[in-house]
């Protein structure tokens, strides 16, 4: 048998069914042994518990208690829904949020920091010369800038100028 | 203070903070410890000078690597010196040359040389660490002279 048609039953033995319905169980429990075996079995464990029942008298009508119960779990299911603003999670959600510009925020200002301490800036080279000329010569890999002073050659110098350079 | 205060809060920091490092200002706000070494080239394995000795290894081997024919170099003067932001150093290399150096903008390194009293060049560019400066020329006999400037360790 049917779990709705167990609950049929219960409704009918409790005279909670409307009077078209109780004539159809009526009807039904005529002709299905099952179901008056059954409806039996409900009205004795009824008899049975009847002394401990208590006969309680809602202070409402049915509907309105039963709607009472409804929205109450209706509200308490939207309330576990709402986010727990008060917690460590709450926080870390908060945090996850700006996580991602924050976070690059952060990577931009050490790249431009790094570049401009290490290599993002242009190496520029300013070499100003008071006499001859200059060849400049710049060993990327090696970290290495040459400027050579190109004067003529050494033992062709004019007195003056050899003396300039004597620097040993 | 709410979340998002503390957190525009760390944002402003890091924000100035960053602008300070990169800005010019920033960047020369630091004393600048230097090296300066006046080399000489040559092919002889002794210097007929015997103030005179053999040049650091690391430096050595960074010369030679240069398209130069000299084989051996040797220091004829090594001076550290600090460079404050506001400072024109001047270091006396030997009895003729002198250099000047001083912090230039954008965190750049001014070099002057001066060779018995003359200017004889300058030389403009940032300098960082473990990178060298070298100015050379030619000398006598077919030897070289070369000031090296770098940061010291």
Known sequence: ?168 | MNARGILLKCLACVAVGGLALTSPAGLRAADLKLEAQLIWGTNESRSPNPKHKAVQAEIAKRLKDLPFKWSHYFEVNRQRFTVSAAETKRVQMSDECEITVRQAEDGQVELVLIGKGRRVGKVVQRLPRHELLVLGGNAPNFTAWFVVLRQAD
Not at chain 1, 58 to 81: N, V
Not at chain 1, 92 to 102: F, N, S
Request: hydrophobic residues 45%; proline residues 5%; contains cysteine.
């Open chain 1, 1 to 168: 048998m049917k779990f709705e048609s167990q609950l049929q039953l219960q409704a009918y033995l409790d005279g909670e069914m409307p009077e078209a319905q109780r004539r159809e169980v009526e009807a039904w429990l005529a002709w299905d042994p099952e179901a008056r075996a059954l409806l039996n079995e409900l009205r004795q464990t009824d008899a049975a518990l009847a002394v401990g029942d208590c006969d309680l008298k809602l202070p409402e009508s049915r509907e309105f208690y039963w709607s009472k119960i409804q929205r109450e779990i209706r509200r308490l299911e939207t309330a576990d829904s709402v986010p727990d603003r008060s917690g460590v999670w709450h926080w870390l959600t908060l945090w996850r949020r700006w996580l991602v510009p924050v976070g690059g925020l952060a990577i931009l200002t050490v790249a431009l920091i790094w570049g401009a301490w290490f290599s993002g800036r242009p190496n520029s080279l300013e070499v100003v010369l008071t006499s001859g000329n200059g060849t400049t010569y710049r060993d990327q890999a090696r970290g290495m800038t040459l400027v050579w002073l190109s004067f003529p050659a050494e033992n062709r110098f004019p007195e003056d100028e050899l003396d300039a350079l004597l620097f040993y």
